[in-house]
Every structure is written in C-alpha cells, then in structure tokens.
C-alpha cells in the first residue's frame, strides 16, 4: 500500500466509523481510531478554539502536524468537527510566527536573550510589586493559569490576575452562583439529545457552537422532532432552522423571561411541587448582591403583575401571543426543554439579572434536573470554565471557587499552599475594565497599574473602548507592557516587552469545557525558534523573584512555590533545559486538585485524564478504585453528592439545599439611541474567525472564506443612506469611529435601526466604537449594544482637496 | 494533494438521493463508502485544500445533500509546502 492509498484507507474509516455512529448512535465495524502508520504518529488532544470542546486525532510527521481527524472515541463530538477544527492544524504554521523574545528600544523591538527577559520581567516587579498585575485568558490551560494565579494571589499578593473570560462569562458565573450557589451548569451536552423544545436566548450555535448544533439538528434527520426558539436581536444563521424566530428588542429578555414568569404564576402552570420542595425568591437590594433580599410567593407574584404579555411585547419588541407561547410550553410538564446561551446574555449591563431570571423561569416551571431539562449556558473559550473559573484567575477568587474576601477559604487555600498564615490579601484586584482603565490612566492621576503581563489574549483588539483603556497607556513612559504570544496582534505589537509562546500541541496542556469536562493533551511537536511555554514563562519569573529576594516566592518552609522533586533530588524547571524533565503539567494539576474538593467539583488524578477523552466533575472515586464522572449535578439519579432529595442544591445560597428564583425588573440600558446617534450597534463572531482571528486569520481556507469584517444592515437603512453593497461607511460612537463595509441581506439581517459588527478583523476595530459600560456584579461590559450613528465615507480625494 | 474524509446526510426523498448519488458518481476526486442508512462516508481527493474547501461548499449545496461533516482532513503536503495553501 502506498502512502495516498494509506491516507486515502485511514479518511474512508474514518469516515466510515462517523457515518455509521451517526447513523446508528454506535459504533460501527471499521476501525474507531486512526492507525499508526506511513510514519504519522496520532494523539488526542481537544480542539484549541471554542468551549465545546471537541476532540481531535492529531496526526504528526517529521515534526509537524500534517493531519487533523475528528476523534470518534470523543462523546463531545462523536468524530465530527467543524470548520475550524479541521484546520486547527495549521494554526500553527502562520508565517509569522514570533521566534525571539524582543524588547522595546528607542521605539523599536529588538531582540534579547530569555534570560534578559526573564530579568526585565522580575526587576519590574520588585520595582513596584503592587502595580504588577497578569491579564490572562480562558485559553489558558488549567496548569498556566493555576501558575499564575499561585505566583499572584499566594507570592505578590496584590490579586491583580484577571482572565478575558470577564469579558464573556462572569455574568454566567454571578447567575450561576446567585441562583445555586456555585458555578457552572447542572446539566450537560446529553440534554441537546433529550430535550424536545430548545430556546436560544441571544445564541448563534450555527456559527459559534456549530458541533453542537449539529447534533440538535441532526435529531430531525433521524425522525425526532426538536422545536428550536430563536431570541434574538438579529436574524443569524440559526435562525433558518428555528419554528419561532423571535426578534427582540435590545435588552427585551429581561421582559420576556418575567412576562414567561408571570403567565405561569397567573394561570397556575408554574410546578407548585418543585417550587415549594426546592426553591426560594429573591429580590435585588442596592448596591446589588448576589443574596440579595428575600421576597415571599405573594410579594414575587405581586412584582411580576405589571408585566402582562402586552406590556412585554411594548418593553421587547416580541408579540403578546408569542409570550404566551413561550409559557405555554413552559407550563407543560411533559415537555423537556433545555435552554441555552452564550454572549447575548452575558455581555449585558443586566448579565447577572437576565441570568438570572431565564434560571428562575426554569425552576418556576419545574425544567429543572431530568434530562433535557436544563438552563446551559455555553462558553466561547476552551477552558473559561476549566481555568478561568474552576481554577479562579479572576481578581477576587481562589482555585476551586473559593473566594479570597472569606477568612475560612483563605485559611484552607494557605494550608494547601503551605504558606504563612494571613500572607494571602483579602482584598480583592481590579476587575478588567478596572484594570486597564488604571494602567492608561496616569500614576499621578490614580493609575496604580503599571505593569500588565498579558497571556494568551489580545486585549487590543478585543476590549471595549479602546481608545479609552489601551491607547493612553501607551504613551505614558511609566506604563509597561509585558505580552506573550504566538503571533503579533494588536496587543503583541504596542508590547515593550513581547515573548514568544507555543501554542497548543507544542506544549502539554488541560482544558475545561462548558459542560465540566476536563481535558487533557501531550506536546506533540515542537514550537518553532525560541518559542516558549507560557506555563514555563511563568515560572522562570516566580524563580527570578525568589533570587532577587521576593519573599512571597516561598512558603513558609522556606521553599520555593513551585518546588519540585523527582527521585528526591530537587528539578530545575525554572531551567528551560529541564522543564521536561518532568511532567509539570501533571504536577500543578495533582496539587490543584485538592482545591476542587471544596465545592465539590471533585477532579480525578491526571492520569485518569490522559485515558479519557474529558471527564465531568465531579468525578468520584468509586469503591473499586474507578473513577465515576457526573453528567446531571444536583439530581439523586446521578450526582453522588445529592443525597438528602431529588434535587439537592447542596450550595445553596440560603443553606437550605435550596437554589434562588429572582426578582429582577425590566430597565433600560445606559445609552440608547438619541437624535444625535440614532443606530444601535451589536458586536459579535462569525463561524471561519475565533475571536480576534489571531489564529484563524492565518489559515489561508479561512481568511479566503471570510476575509474582512462588515456592516450587516438592513435593506431600507441602507437605502435611506444611499449605500449599496460593499461600500464603506463610517460608524461613530460617543468614543470613536471605524470604516467598515456594508453587507446588506448577508449571513445575519438585522432589523431597521441595527448594526452588527464582528469584531475578528484587526484591521477594522469596531471596539474602538463600543461601550466599556458593564454589569455590576459581574463587571461584564455589554458589546451587544451603544448608540452610534452611520455615514457614507467622504470620497478620499475630495478630502486630500479639502486640506490642500 | 489534501485527502479528507466526510459524511454526507442524504434527502430522504429517493429521486433526489438517486440523483446525488449520479453526481457524486461522476466526479473521479469523490470515492464513496458503504451508506449507513442515509450517513454515506465519501473521501476527497484535491489538489489543495482551497480545492477542498470549495468542493465541500459544492456538496453542501447539491441536491439531495441535507448536511456535509467533515471527519479528518490530511494537509500534510500543504504543510510541507506552504506556497501549497
């Protein structure tokens, strides 16, 4: 056999297997996994973009990844993949990869040895210790952001670590963790294969989620009938396969979940049986908490009253009669009905309210704990909950949920850390905005940031304003820059110190997905030049503190934080050269671990991870010594922590094992549009990009498919503005102002009056535009809504007249 | 050359199905597997993957094609040779 018919083999069993699973819902007689032959080596690792958390079969030759397949031992995606996963292959091979660490001299970059680097890093530290903050990502792996938040919160103890997922899920988190007291959702991905109605409140999953989506989809063509709901501000490409497409107002949720609330407590249909078992209500106090203050049955009713479906249908934009269809089926207990969301809800100035409420209406409603029935939200970054929040790179928090403003859970995290009593602060850092908004605000001014390490995001491009929070700091010679990347971005180019990284299979690594698996990968190739290990990075710096004499670098033994031994002799992985002398991926984890106790979100040791294709917490070790994961938290039927009922909320806010259904009213965002900026803008992603499109706009099937952003607008907008298709207009904001072109009837169509804007392309910066305007519990800004107005381009030549 | 692997969903409607099937026939870089149900393996044969990518958007749009799912993809030569890409 040669090599083509090799390959050819290998693709048709591939193939073969996924049909038939696909088909059949198991496995087939072809081979499940990909042969080691022709000189490809295989390894699984998950797919380095969304959360879904797909797996992929990584094929590697001569050093390089030179083949990608879907993994059919993967329950996540069951061999498939979608656009991009089958090229995250080449992600790696953009041609310019960054090769050398480069500091800022007289302006320009240039390069200087790691051990510079490393020295540069630490001395600005010791400098100032309380103005050093790591600004770090949801695309972190667990063991990198376990690092950095270990050298923060237990070495220079100033908790100035905060991940990007603030950006895209801390409303998700504050709703979780006000409704049931802890993170993250009950449910799972097998109640996609369950539930008989799916409402998608301000979900894209067509182009955001597409594997997922494609396995509700897919239902029908086996005969199943699934009715999908559309919420949403715009048509989008989900909304071709919806029944109901129910185009909103902006911030019309909050209506439309209390209008739902309301029917089903007026007509009765609510689930009296779960509500009085299982649920207590709630109202905001101000300034809001996350336990708010309680209400009784009569005073919820009586709050809910006002919103009648006519009135929601004044406050959303959506018609009466649709409310009263979505609590009709609310109301029917024969129904399983999963909900799910992503950004629309979460970035939000309401995040933590909206999440809430579509909580409440699934506990008011009883569409709570069997499968099918579940409120799920979705994350757009591959270990947003794996790292960001289960290992707590957020200002505030600790590994394993617990908080570092509680004495007992500082105690518990110094006892694991072995340091001294009261070295970890209780006060917790600035939150994203807050953070950047003081390192480009100058020291004499309040600007207590002076120094942000960036990891593995692209602050530039993706935060909102940036005019506002990024450009100032970089003319301010106090402030400095610390970036480590793959690639240069935005942010990588203003950086005074930029550090190359590998990326993803060029280094070991564990992610978390949105339904709590955990994942684990081994580096499989090497990253090119210089290129680095963040993780490494990381602690190369911690071990340069403690040799500068930074005493928060040991504990209180005397050892270093990230002391390591193998065969009882000490290993020097603050040394390049010996930092695969062992695995320091599994050693981080096994001690991260521990901290997963605490909310039982129960890890198993990391060589159960290598085995599985992910395993959700908790994963409980069984008598045999097996270890068990848990798809449904909360319910007797499968979560070994639910014992005491059917439902057991054993975090409860209110410590009753019961889970919180809020109050909380309709009002209207901080800006709107006005006379002066008549449009509302709407920020977003398309199915070829990840996010900036750092990675994706480098693979060239990608950047040809989808090779600029745009303005979607609608037809008689455009009309009225006397533009056509591909022509640039200007759209300006109260903070700035991009040059985008116009796309009308394209992917998505929004309704008069709207824009939407992706935000992948670096050469068009919409959130030079957008609103840093956020939630206030969560600290989540709203990239789904300002006020902006829109005009043609002047014709550049009449301009350059103009002046001349 | 890029190799890739994909699962066609075929239309329930037979004459459609036929006819897809016809054209599928008669394209030499499309090699089909053994159906399960209306889940028809095929491999891909290209000269690139921009190839690729176009003809997958081809099979997305015949008729009698509902979905396309891509299982693997081999870009081992487009990765030896980038110009390739």
Redesign the interface.
Known sequence: MDR?DF??N???????V???R???GKE?LAHAE?VAADG?TWNKAPCRFCGTGCHV?V?V??G???????DQKAEVNK?????KG??V??AL?G?DRLTKPMLRKNGKLEPISWDEAIEVIAKRVMKNPAGFAIYGSGQWTIPEGYAANKIIKAGIGNNQIDPNARLCMASAVTGFLSTYGVDEPAGCYDDLDKADVIILWGNNPAEMHPVLF?RI??RR?KGEKVTLIDIGTRRTRTSGFCEHVLTMKPHGDLAIALGIMHLLVESGTYDKGFVEKYCNFRQRVDPPTLDGKAMTFDEYKAALKEYTPEKVEKLSGVAAKDIRMLAELFGKKDLKITSLWCMGMNQHTRGTAINDLVHGVHLLSGHFGKPGDAPTSLTGQPSACGTAREVGTLVHALPGGLLVAKDEHRKEAEALWNLPAGRINAKPGYHTVEMWKRFSTPKAKGGDIDTIWVQVTNPAQSMPNRNALIDPSRKDPDKFLIVSDVYPTQTAMMADLLLPSALWVEKNGMFGNSERRTQQWFKQVDPPGEARDDCWQLIAVSHKLMELGHAGMKDKDGKWLFHTEKDGKEVQIWDWKHYYDINVDERLFDEYRKFSRFKHKDLAPYQEYVKARGLRWPVVQQKDGSWRETRFRFSKFDDPYATKADIQFYHSVTKDDRALIWFHPHENPPEMPDAEYPMWLCTGRVIEHWHTGSLTMRI??LH??MPQAYVEMHRDDAKALGVQNGEVVVIESRRGSVEVPVWIDGRGSPPPGSLFVPFFDETILINRVTLEAHDPLSKQPDYKKCAVRVKKRPPKVAAAAGKG | ?T?????L?LENDVRTRARALDALALDSRI?C???????????V?TAS??EG?TLCESLRNLDGV??V????????D???N?GA?
């Not at chain 2, 190799?3 to 699962?7: A, E, H, Y």
């Open positions: 083509r390959i050819r290998s693709a048709m069993g591939a193939a073969t996924a049909a038939s696909l088909a059949l087939g990909p490809i079969q094929g030759k001569g390089k990844v030179v083949s990608i397949q879907g061999g498939l993949l979608c656009v089958y090229h292959g080449l091979y041609k494609s989809v897919d063509s060239p099937q040809a498919a | 050359m190799v890739s692997g994909l699962v969903t090699t597997g053994e159906a399960h149900g209306l889940r028809l393996p095929v491999v044969e993957l921009a990518e509902a979905f799912d891509v299982v693997s993809i081999d870009f081992s487009d990765v030896s980038p890409a």
